[in-house]
T-cell receptor, first 109, second 118 residues
Framework: GENVEQHPSTLSVQEGDSAVIKCTYS??????FPWYKQELGKRPQLIIDIRSNVGEKKDQRIAVTLNKTAKHFSLHITETQPEDSAVYFCAASSNDMRFGAGTRLTVKP | DVKVTQSSRYLVKRTGEKVFLECVQDMDHENMFWYRQDPGLGLRLIYFSYDVKMKEKGDIPEGYSVSREKKERFSLILESASTNQTSMYLCASSLWIRGRTGWDTEAFFGQGTRLTVV
């Protein structure tokens, strides 16, 4: 089955800086790559996703890039704000959605 | 709004008990998943189902079984609960877009069940 690795496990940035989280996957059949944000005590919620026929996608301060050849994809958050502090999960799916271990992002005011 | 509802928010069970965790979704999604979430380990896939009566093992199926008798309901069963199954359990569902290869879509999560086995 699919194996998703996520780095770093923790990330601390100053407000206004950028944050980058990276993931790799193993199954070349995976064609859907979502990113989820989980705030303390809440369920994970989708923030952005990308499909294998697209190399990059942007939504305001959030962007995701996908390199199918290298089997890695990244989340970029620009102009970080304290409310971006949360645990972020990447996932890869071809019907069996597997998640990375998560990145705890802390944005310091 | 998609709703994925898990039957219990908190459960405390004794070692050896048979435990049922229920999950219901109201959006006619084909795919349903059960994950457990432990600190530092992320969301680990236990079982998933892509159709009624269909089930596939995930990465950590040992000690668990599942049942999907109806499209909207996916049950996780702990045959004989053990203390190492103390965890947060999350159910999710997603729509499968049929095509030559098929596409998965956003997974919607339930609120989670925190299970403690004593």
């Amino acid at each position: 089955g699919e194996n998703v690795e996520q780095h770093p496990s923790t990330l601390s940035v100053q407000e206004g800086d950028s944050a980058v989280i990276k993931c790799t996957y193993s199954d070349s059949a995976s064609n859907y790559f979502p990113w989820y944000k989980q705030e303390l005590g809440k369920r994970p919620q989708l923030i952005i996703d990308i499909r294998s026929n697209v190399g990059e996608k942007k939504d305001q301060r959030i962007a995701v890039t996908l390199n199918k050849t290298a089997k890695h994809f990244s989340l970029h958050i620009t102009e970080t704000q304290p409310e971006d502090s949360a645990v972020y999960f990447c996932a890869a799916s071809s019907n069996d959605m597997r998640f990375g271990a998560g990145t705890r992002l802390t944005v310091k005011p | 709004d998609v709703k994925v509802t898990q039957s219990s928010r908190y459960l405390v069970k004794r070692t050896g008990e048979k435990v049922f965790l229920e999950c219901v979704q109201d959006m006619d999604h084909e795919n349903m998943f059960w994950y457990r979430q432990d600190p530092g380990l992320g969301l680990r896939l236990i079982y998933f189902s892509y159709d009624v009566k269909m089930k596939e093992k995930g990465d950590i199926p040992e000690g668990y079984s599942v049942s999907r008798e109806k499209k909207e309901r996916f049950s996780l069963i702990l045959e004989s609960a053990s203390t190492n199954q103390t965890s947060m359990y999350l159910c999710a569902s997603s729509l499968w877009i049929r095509g030559r290869t098929g596409w998965d879509t956003e997974a919607f999560f339930g609120q989670g069940t925190r299970l403690t086995v004593v």
